[in-house]
């Protein structure tokens, strides 16, 4: 791959360059690399689909997608591609967010188009970039962490007051907290404790999402003169909160799709606002 250096990708979150983006779609359209594709209509994820590039040029990309049903995208769609490039033995995630074009049916398959990306994304060398966050950007944040006396004893779910939380980041697949140590929960959250969160996540003009997500603590430091514990968790499943008797299971490490384009855009529009 032509202008591709390795320790500058890992180290930038995301390329502007058309070079650039011309070099990582020829790559995954010559070794057939699998596409995630999440189509979105006001923020909201309507439908998840795989497929290959069939074809690119400086004006669209187009997708083969994989389906066996009729394939419908509503005007106004948009597109967030995930895929992965090979380079230096290093796997490096890349992904954009572009309006959908069009959607056609040809010799019985189907293809997606959507306009030429401007950006490509990079997750840090993670599969879900952080990105830091307060709770005001996150509104109506609750925080519920589980209370089991014994493992015969069915969990309970005890709210975290919001004077005693604070977010240092965000992912797709998970969150980073602080606990205030004078939180009543502080002293009996351990490795793998159930936290739920939710929220509403602001999309701009478009409506926001509501998400509520169902995650596991993968690290528990108490702090030893800040008063602060950090609390990493990850993500198990999530649901929207207009539909939260239906939960959705994680794959693929991915995280939640409706949030993975929340904070692709947050970070798009920070980029935005400091040009």
Not at 102 to 112: C, E, I, Q, R, S
């Amino acid at each position: 791959m032509a202008n591709l250096e390795v320790n500058y990708i890992l180290k930038n979150n995301a390329n502007t360059s058309p070079e650039y983006i011309s070099d990582t779609l020829r790559y995954i359209a010559v070794h057939r690399i699998e596409v995630f594709i999440d189509i979105t209509l006001q923020g909201i994820t309507i439908n998840q689909v795989r497929g290959f590039c069939a074809d690119y040029n400086k004006k669209f990309v187009r997708f083969y997608i994989h389906s066996v049903e009729d394939f419908n995208v509503p005007e106004g769609a948009e597109v967030s591609a995930f895929y992965y490039i090979f380079a230096k033995n290093k796997r490096i995630p890349c992904n954009f967010i572009s309006p959908v074009v069009k959607t056609f049916k040809h010799k019985g398959f189907y293809f997606l188009d959507t306009v030429f990306p401007k950006t490509i994304g990079h997750t840090q060398r993670r599969n879900c970039v952080r990105t830091p966050v307060t709770k005001k950007e996150i509104p109506y944040l609750k925080l519920w962490i589980e209370d089991r006396i014994s493992e015969n004893q069915n969990a309970q779910w005890v709210a975290v007051a919001n004077n005693y939380f604070e977010i240092i980041d965000i992912s797709a697949g998970g969150m980073l907290f602080i606990i205030n140590e004078k939180c009543p929960m502080a002293a009996t959250i351990k490795e793998n404790s159930q936290v739920l969160c939710s929220g509403t996540f602001p999309f701009g003009k478009k409506p926001p999402i509501n998400l509520s997500m169902l995650g596991t603590v993968r690290r528990y430091a108490p702090s030893s003169s800040s008063g602060w514990n950090s609390m990493g968790i990850r993500f198990t499943r999530w649901a929207f909160l207009e539909s939260h008797s239906k939960w959705n299971l994680i794959s693929d490490d991915n995280g939640v799709p409706a949030l993975a384009n929340w904070v692709f855009q947050l970070m798009a529009n920070r980029k935005r606002a400091q040009d």
